[in-house]
């Protein structure tokens, strides 16, 4: 099954080898960052350069984690730039650089709210 933001051609790192499941996990993690952002992935027309860049960057990522074989292993070392990488990308989605409208007034914001529960 083809992952939906990336692909493997896509992932260009010759120390790692990405896999499918790494793709996978790439893709529920590019969704939960959309809907933390109040933003609806079906809403989002693809390809988008910005969410493949970071799907890329999560699933090697997890490829240098599982790659990685003791303390001193290089790739904990590369894993942990891939994490600051995606930090930065995800910092850098909004409904504007997705070519969303803003969303404004009380729909602003991630979706989550809180609510006062009383007695009357």
């Not at 990488?85 to 070519?99: D, K, V």
């Amino acid at each position: 099954m083809a992952s939906v933001y990336a692909q493997i051609d896509d992932c260009k790192d010759p120390s790692v080898t990405v896999s499918q499941e790494n793709l996978d996990e790439a893709d529920t993690y590019v969704v939960g960052v959309l809907w933390s952002r109040g933003i609806n992935p079906a809403n989002v027309t693809l390809p988008n350069a910005q969410l493949k860049a970071l799907a890329v960057t999560w699933a090697t990522r997890l490829a240098c984690i599982q790659g990685s074989m003791g303390d001193n292993s290089p790739l904990k070392d590369k894993a942990r730039e891939y994490l600051k990488n995606a930090e930065t990308i995800e910092s850098q989605i909004t409904h504007e650089s997705l070519g969303l409208a803003a969303t404004t007034g009380s729909s602003a914001g991630s979706g989550y709210g809180t609510v006062r529960l009383g007695r009357a």
